[in-house]
């Protein structure tokens, strides 16, 4: 049982961190489409 646990844990951290990255990499996405949009109309 406390074999289990751990793996189960070990899963659950990884997707945690999978997770993360692809919030950051939704984040930085739009951030790079609001900066586009905003110098847009400059052009």
Not at 8 to 13: A, M, P, S, T, V
Request: glycine residues 0%.
């Amino acid at each position: 049982m406390k074999i289990v646990s751990q793996t189960f844990i070990k899963y659950i951290l990884e997707f945690s961190n999978v997770v993360k990255q692809w919030f950051l990499i939704r984040n930085l996405y739009n951030v790079l489409l609001f900066f586009y949009f905003i110098e847009m109309p400059k052009n």
